[in-house]
């Protein structure tokens, strides 16, 4: 009995693990390689195709796009998360600051709110020409800057969705780093301020090193995350503004997961499959291009 008690310890997270994830990507592989022709007849009703799915999605130069917008979104977004939630810890992280508990709470309150309902939000606040914003920068008469809106803008709109977004999201990371910064000995300040070490160096060869590891896990969530977004570019944008490229008329941040969810919504599910893959696949592209900076 002692030889399968760990068996029975793992076997719940073993069920669900492969009901609700080892089936669905495997699945999703068969699925890809298909076309479904009926579907009131789901698995009697497909037809091989070979890379059929794949060859039409990198011909869609919507598609294509989708990847590089979500690139671009994860660009801007993850210095933008890295920098506030490091900001936060590092205002919180004295350990004689009173109110500490009250200022960590207010600032992680964000990350639990829906995506969505904080996307309907802030386009209320960001949007042209109703927005609180936008009417606070006409009394200060700069608006002019602003004709075109923060949402409608081409050149504004993934900062103005990154900004909004990581401010969202960086209660999460900047509890990681409180954590990291907190299990770091205070010895090594004390040691480091004797020296005469400034508050920049101490952060800059103590602090810093000790807590890459978190740079690195946020940094790559908040890749992961980019290329996974979707509710917030729903709520906000739409998949807007439209831009010409190379003669194509593009949705500016139709990003990958919008797009996955119009395939969908229009029964396209093969190509979904295939295109769920190819965004997997980048993803073990970024994993492994970019473990080299964790660390020890």
């Known amino acids: 009995m002692k030889k399968f008690f760990p068996l029975l310890l793992v076997f719940p997270f073993l069920f669900v693990f492969l009901i609700f994830l080892f089936f669905p990507l495997i699945f999703s592989l068969y699925l890809s390689f298909f076309k479904i022709e009926d579907f009131y007849n789901l698995f009697g009703s497909i037809r091989f195709v070979g890379f059929g799915n794949f060859v039409n999605l990198i011909k869609n130069p919507e598609v294509l796009w989708a990847i590089v917008?979500?690139?671009?979104?994860?660009?801007?977004?993850?210095?933008?998360?890295?920098?506030?939630?490091?900001?936060?810890?590092?205002?919180?992280?004295?350990?004689?600051?009173?109110?500490?508990?009250?200022?960590?709470?207010?600032?992680?309150?964000?990350?639990?709110?829906?995506?969505?309902v904080v996307g309907v939000v802030l386009t209320l606040i960001l949007a042209?020409?109703?927005?609180?914003?936008?009417?606070?920068?006409?009394?200060?008469?700069?608006?002019?800057?602003?004709k075109r809106g923060f949402l409608s803008d081409p050149y504004l709109v993934f900062l103005t969705v990154s900004i909004s977004m990581a401010i969202k999201n960086s209660g999460f990371g900047m509890l990681l780093f409180l954590a990291g910064m907190q299990a770091i000995p205070g010895s090594l300040y004390e040691a480091a301020r004797i020296d005469g070490a400034s508050s920049f160096e101490i952060f800059r060869y103590i602090t810093f090193p000790l807590i890459k590891p978190i740079c690195y896990f946020v940094g790559f969530f908040g890749f992961i995350s980019a290329f996974s977004s979707f509710s917030e570019f729903y709520s906000m944008t739409g998949g807007g503004p439209q831009i010409k490229l190379l003669g194509y008329s593009l949705s500016e941040t139709n990003v990958s997961g919008l797009i996955l969810y119009r395939l969908a919504s229009q029964l396209?599910?093969?190509?979904?499959?295939?295109?769920?893959?190819?965004?997997?696949?980048?993803?073990?592209?970024?994993?492994?291009?970019?473990?080299?900076?964790?660390g020890e």
């Open 268 to 294: 396209r599910l093969t190509e979904a499959a295939a295109f769920s893959l190819i965004l997997f696949a980048i993803f073990l592209f970024i994993y492994f291009s970019t473990k080299g900076f964790k």
């Open 69 to 116: 917008a979500s690139f671009i979104y994860g660009i801007f977004y993850v210095p933008i998360l890295l920098t506030i939630s490091l900001f936060l810890a590092t205002l919180l992280s004295p350990p004689l600051l009173k109110l500490k508990k009250l200022f960590r709470t207010i600032y992680f309150f964000p990350f639990l709110l829906d995506t969505f």
């Open 128 to 146: 042209f020409p109703y927005g609180y914003i936008y009417n606070l920068l006409s009394l200060l008469k700069i608006s002019d800057f602003f």
